[in-house]
C-alpha cells in the first residue's frame, strides 16, 4: 500500500538550531514528492517538488533533499517566522488522471526565540 | 493578483442542514479538487474537476456533492447525509505543469 510518514510530529528548536525533518514513502514508482508548508488556520503553501533521487532544492533556509526512500527537509538557522506544520505528499507514477497526492500527516514545528 | 478565494472562513450549521462551500479561483487553472482536513489524518480528496461540467468523486465522496459550472468556480454542498461533517475544507487548484495551489479553506461547524 503507498504509504507518506512524517518525523518527527512535532519538534521545537531555539532559534538558530538547525535541524531536519523526514518523510519516508512507500510506492510503486515516485513521480514526485512535494514540501509545503501550513500556518494554522491557512491552506498549505508550496514549498518543493522533487523528482528523482539525488536532487535538492534551496530556499532561504530551507533545502530539501530527496533518496530512493525519503526526503529531508532541512532548515538552517531557524527563526521565530519558520514556525509552521510542514507537510509532505508523494505522487505516485500509477495516480491516474487526478494526479492524486498520498499525504504524510505532517511535522509541527516551533521555533522560540 | 491570482489566487483561490474560499468563502466564507468560518461557517456554522445546525445538524441535518445542507451546506454550500465557495471557492473561486482567477489562475485560469483546468483542474480543482477539494480536500477535508482533520486533527490527526492527511488531507483527504473528496472530489475533483478536470474540466468544466464534468468532475470525479474521490476517497471520500459520500455525503458531499459538486458542481463545476464555471471554470473559476468549484462550490461544494456537505449534505445532512455526511456523518462528521465538522472539518477543514480546503479547495485547491492546478494546471498539468504546477503543483497544487490551495485557498485559506473554511472551516465547518456542525451541531
Known amino acids: 500500500e503507498d504509504q507518506v510518514t512524517q518525523s518527527p510530529e512535532a519538534l521545537r528548536l531555539q532559534e538558530g538550531e538547525s535541524s531536519s525533518l523526514n518523510c519516508s514513502y512507500t510506492v510503486s514508482g515516485l513521480r514526485g514528492l512535494f514540501w509545503y508548508r501550513q500556518d494554522p488556520g491557512k491552506g498549505p503553501e508550496f514549498l518543493f517538488t522533487?523528482?528523482?533521487?539525488?536532487e535538492e532544492k534551496e530556499k532561504e533556509r530551507l533545502k530539501a533533499t530527496l533518496t530512493k526512500k525519503e526526503s529531508f527537509l532541512h532548515i538552517t538557522a531557524p527563526k521565530p517566522e519558520d514556525s509552521a506544520t510542514y507537510l509532505c505528499a508523494v505522487q505516485a507514477t500509477n495516480a491516474g488522471n487526478n494526479r492524486k497526492l498520498i499525504w504524510g500527516l505532517g511535522t509541527s514545528l516551533a521555533v522560540n526565540p | 493578483d491570482g489566487g483561490i478565494t474560499q468563502s466564507p472562513k468560518y461557517l456554522f450549521r445546525k445538524e441535518g442542514q445542507n451546506v454550500t462551500l465557495s471557492c473561486e479561483q482567477n489562475?485560469?487553472?483546468?483542474?480543482m479538487y477539494w480536500y477535508r482536513q482533520d486533527p490527526g489524518q492527511g488531507l483527504r480528496l473528496i472530489y475533483y474537476?478536470?474540466?468544466?461540467?464534468?468532475?470525479q468523486k474521490g476517497d471520500i465522496a459520500e455525503g458531499y456533492s459538486v458542481s463545476r459550472e464555471k471554470k473559476e468556480s468549484f462550490p461544494l454542498t456537505v449534505t445532512s447525509a455526511q456523518k462528521n461533517p465538522t472539518a477543514f475544507y480546503l479547495c485547491a487548484s492546478r494546471d498539468p505543469y504546477s503543483p497544487l495551489h490551495f485557498g485559506n479553506g473554511t472551516r465547518l461547524t456542525v451541531t
Open positions: 489562475l485560469n487553472h483546468d483542474a
Open positions: 474537476s478536470q474540466i468544466v461540467n464534468d468532475f
Open positions: 522533487l523528482y528523482s533521487a539525488g
